[in-house]
T-cell receptor, first 114, second 109 residues
Framework: NAGVMQNPRHLVRRRGQEARLRCSPMKGHSHVYWYRQLPEEGLKFMVYLQKENIIDESGMPKERFSAEFPKEGPSILRIQQVVRGDSAAYFC????????????FGNGTRLTVT | EDQVTQSPEALRLQEGESSSLNCSYTVSGLRGLFWYRQDPGKGPEFLFTLYSAGEEKEKERLKATLTKKESFLHITAPKPEDSATYLCAPSLSGNQFYFGTGTSLTVIP
């Protein structure tokens, strides 16, 4: 059973470029979550999606950030015009349908903005 | 305001020295309390879910307990391979999960 797959594992972007982070959930999981983690800080919720729907984006910055989970293919977290403050580890998690199921995490994408 | 506090921030134990990690929370509408382990460079790995006060779960040297305001992760006779950051996450309605900043555990041989 493949776990949650994130790619790339490491991504370097210059200021002003776009970053695209991909997440393939576990088989049978229809819920996807994105979290950001900075050194010495906890996991900060960004967005919760189901197939073709954004359920909760209350943790997402209003500008430059967007997320999607299309009917086919992986979930994408997109950051436009990156700035140094966007440097962080971005984790994707998935869960099966049903309330209160545990989240299963990928190993993250480490974004470095130079 | 919903809050999650984990203590201590860091803990160093000798191999075999038992201890407990604390997760205190002030959230409304708690639906469950989740514990995770995170190794450096990896994503969090699910350990336990606790749903009601008084509930206990065990896995190898770890035991998690839950009261109305806090949860404990007890580590009995730890080994160096138990070294990791342990995260707790209360779950609220709407499938919201709030993660604490974790306890970094180091077990010295």
């Amino acid at each position: 059973n493949a776990g949650v797959m994130q790619n790339p594992r490491h991504l370097v972007r210059r200021r002003g470029q776009e970053a695209r982070l991909r997440c393939s959930p576990m088989k049978g999981h229809s819920h996807v979550y994105w979290y950001r983690q900075l050194p010495e800080e906890g996991l900060k919720f960004m967005v919760y999606l189901q197939k073709e729907n954004i359920i909760d984006e209350s943790g997402m910055p209003k500008e430059r950030f967007s997320a999607e989970f299309p009917k086919e293919g992986p979930s994408i977290l997109r950051i436009q015009q990156v700035v140094r403050g966007d440097s962080a580890a971005y984790f994707c998690a998935s869960s099966p349908p049903g309330a209160n199921s545990p989240l299963h995490f990928g190993n993250g994408t480490r974004l470095t903005v130079t | 305001e919903d809050q999650v506090t984990q203590s201590p921030e860091a803990l160093r134990l000798q191999e075999g020295e038992s201890s407990s990690l604390n997760c205190s929370y002030t959230v409304s509408g708690l639906r469950g309390l989740f514990w995770y382990r995170q190794d450096p460079g990896k994503g969090p790995e699910f350990l336990f879910t606790l749903y009601s006060a008084g509930e206990e779960k065990e896995k190898e040297r770890l035991k998690a307990t839950l009261t109305k305001k806090e949860s404990f992760l007890h580590i009995t006779a730890p080994k160096p391979e138990d070294s990791a950051t342990y995260l707790c996450a209360p779950s609220l309605s709407g499938n919201q999960f709030y993660f604490g900043t974790g306890t970094s555990l180091t077990v010295i041989p």
